[in-house]
């Protein structure tokens, strides 16, 4: 039974593990942070990632944390409604497609792989190929071997950069900056979310039914300078200074960050690589092909990424070099249409000028009346319903083992 190493407890690190142990591979999940990071905002599930969601069993919990989104109500700076859109379009979503907030879905998927050894707080130091294995020391823990180390460690991945090279030959910056975490609840509205569009600049607020906060996210251009990925308090300095002076809500949104405890900011980019393995080091998820939040389907590439990888590891028994192969060009046609999506989105989140957005607030209020109705919102669904099914998962559809419902996560630091 092969070793496989996993750097990244995410939502691809996670369901990875998963279809690893389905398939009879034995995973260990290493995560640098000190326990499962839930934060992040809403993220949809839909095609082949649905579809993989139900082989693993798991969409009823899925459902059961839905966002319950009804409605977006776009608000001025004095709080005063200017449009609203029905909640399905303004996800792009239609039919079964799940929105579930990403900590919910990263929670799901932690435990029902109650049976993985996770390690919190470590992160692979160096990765030495030797022969028919990988040998691995760690920044804390003992040095250990395993016969393939699979990178799922995101946007920044370690993994990438140690076995392909500096980061920046793969990231491919969409040119604007997202911010994401929990502030009260009573900033929100239950069901709705509520959307501050300000020229080149975006503030949007969610509260899920039943939540104890409200989470909020912020779309800015780049900074020409921008503080490491890390540096939390430059991070805070940056957004408090690129929406300073806004209206609405905003200071308060502001002042609530220094509190908390899920903080999240990057910037939105691309992974575009030639090729995403080397010998028995290969990647899933962001860290391979991030196709940024702009396209809303960075967790569904991670969840059909895992599957599909899983599935050609175990049709090449004792080859990895040959399964990571196959994985890649099952892969490679889904990504790239999914990819595809995000700079078109990405126009439609940031407006920007006061013209665009009065443009904008016209075509919401006229749309209900508009006798074209039905052609435009096809317009916006259909390129991403046929991205997302872009592919056909193989083996049966009805993959799910018994006995797998989840637990709790074993959490070691
Ligand atoms: C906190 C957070 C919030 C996010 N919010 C959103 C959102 O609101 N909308 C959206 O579209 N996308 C969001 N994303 C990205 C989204 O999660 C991914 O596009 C998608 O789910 C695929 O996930 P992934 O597992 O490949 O990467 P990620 O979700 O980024 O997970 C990577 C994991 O690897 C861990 N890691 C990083 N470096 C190391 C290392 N050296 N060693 C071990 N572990 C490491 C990270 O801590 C993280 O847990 C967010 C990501 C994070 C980390």
């Given at each position: 039974?092969?070793?496989i190493?996993i750097?990244?407890?995410?939502?691809?690190?996670?369901?990875?593990?998963?279809?690893?142990?389905?398939?009879?591979?034995?995973?260990?999940?290493?995560?640098?942070?000190?326990?499962?990071?839930?934060?992040?905002?809403?993220?949809?599930?839909?095609?082949?990632?649905?579809?993989?969601?139900?082989?693993?069993?798991?969409?009823?919990?899925?459902?059961?944390?839905?966002?319950?989104?009804?409605?977006?109500?776009?608000?001025?700076?004095?709080?005063?409604?200017?449009?609203?859109?029905?909640?399905?379009?303004?996800?792009?979503?239609?039919?079964?497609?799940?929105?579930?907030?990403?900590?919910?879905?990263?929670?799901?998927?932690a435990?029902?792989?109650?049976?993985?050894?996770?390690?919190f707080?470590d992160?692979?130091?160096?990765?030495?190929?030797?022969?028919?294995?990988?040998?691995?020391?760690?920044?804390r823990?003992?040095?250990?071997?395993?016969?393939?180390?699979?990178?799922?460690?995101?946007?920044?991945?370690?993994?990438?950069?140690?076995?392909?090279?500096?980061?920046?030959?793969?990231?491919?910056?969409?040119?604007?900056?997202?911010?994401?975490?929990?502030?009260?609840?009573?900033?929100?509205?239950?069901?709705?979310?509520?959307?501050?569009?300000?020229?080149?600049?975006?503030?949007?607020?969610?509260r899920?039914?039943?939540?104890a906060?409200?989470?909020?996210?912020?779309?800015?251009?780049?900074?020409?300078?921008?503080?490491?990925?890390?540096?939390?308090?430059?991070?805070?300095?940056?957004?408090?200074?690129?929406?300073?002076?806004?209206?609405?809500?905003?200071?308060?949104?502001?002042?609530?960050?220094?509190?908390?405890?899920?903080?999240?900011l990057?910037s939105?980019?691309?992974?575009?690589?030639?090729?995403?393995?080397?010998?028995?080091?290969?990647?899933?998820?962001?860290?391979?092909?991030?196709?940024?939040?702009?396209?809303?389907q960075?967790?569904?590439?991670?969840?059909?990424?895992?599957?599909?990888?899983?599935?050609?590891?175990?049709?090449?028994?004792?080859?990895?070099?040959?399964?990571?192969?196959a994985?890649?060009?099952?892969m490679r046609?889904?990504?790239?249409?999914?990819?595809?999506?995000?700079?078109?989105?990405?126009?439609?989140?940031?407006?920007?000028?006061?013209?665009?957005?009065?443009?904008?607030?016209?075509?919401?209020?006229?749309?209900?009346?508009?006798?074209?109705?039905?052609?435009?919102?096809?317009?916006?669904?259909?390129?991403?319903?046929?991205?997302?099914t872009?592919?056909?998962l193989?083996?049966?559809?009805?993959?799910?083992?018994p006995?797998h419902?989840?637990?709790?996560?074993?959490?070691?630091?």
């Amino acid at each position: 039974m092969a070793n496989i190493l996993i750097s990244g407890a995410g939502v691809a690190g996670s369901a990875l593990a998963w279809w690893l142990r389905r398939q009879g591979f034995r995973p260990t999940v290493v995560e640098r942070a000190p326990g499962l990071r839930d934060g992040g905002y809403k993220v949809d599930i839909r095609g082949a990632a649905l579809e993989v969601i139900d082989r693993m069993g798991l969409r009823e919990q899925v459902r059961r944390r839905d966002t319950g989104m009804r409605l977006a109500r776009f608000v001025d700076v004095g709080g005063r409604q200017l449009a609203t859109m029905d909640a399905q379009l303004f996800g792009g979503r239609e039919g079964d497609d799940a929105e579930i907030m990403r900590g919910d879905l990263a929670r799901i998927l932690a435990s029902a792989t109650d049976d993985v050894e996770y390690v919190f707080g470590d992160s692979i130091a160096t990765l030495t190929p030797t022969g028919d294995r990988v040998e691995v020391a760690f920044e804390r823990g003992k040095r250990r071997t395993f016969d393939l180390v699979v990178g799922a460690d995101g946007l920044h991945s370690t993994v990438r950069r140690l076995a392909f090279g500096p980061e920046s030959a793969h990231l491919r910056p969409l040119g604007h900056h997202i911010a994401i975490f929990s502030v009260p609840a009573e900033l929100g509205e239950e069901g709705v979310e509520l959307m501050h569009p300000a020229p080149g600049r975006t503030v949007g607020v969610y509260r899920t039914a039943g939540a104890a906060q409200s989470r909020v996210l912020f779309l800015f251009p780049s900074p020409a300078d921008e503080p490491d990925h890390r540096d939390v308090a430059g991070q805070q300095a940056l957004l408090a200074e690129a929406f300073g002076g806004l209206g609405w809500q905003v200071p308060r949104l502001l002042d609530a960050m220094r509190d908390a405890p899920d903080f999240y900011l990057d910037s939105m980019s691309q992974v575009r690589m030639d090729r995403w393995s080397t010998g028995r080091i290969g990647l899933v998820g962001d860290a391979a092909y991030a196709p940024s939040p702009a396209s809303g389907q960075g967790t569904s590439l991670g969840l059909v990424g895992a599957y599909v990888l899983a599935a050609a590891l175990a049709e090449a028994p004792g080859d990895p070099v040959a399964g990571l192969a196959a994985y890649e060009r099952r892969m490679r046609p889904f990504v790239s249409l999914n990819q595809q999506l995000a700079e078109r989105n990405l126009k439609g989140m940031v407006l920007r000028s006061a013209a665009q957005i009065r443009f904008q607030t016209l075509m919401l209020r006229m749309m209900p009346h508009l006798p074209g109705r039905e052609r435009l919102i096809r317009r916006v669904t259909e390129p991403i319903r046929k991205a997302a099914t872009a592919i056909t998962l193989p083996g049966p559809a009805n993959a799910r083992p018994p006995g797998h419902a989840g637990g709790c996560v074993e959490r070691r630091g």
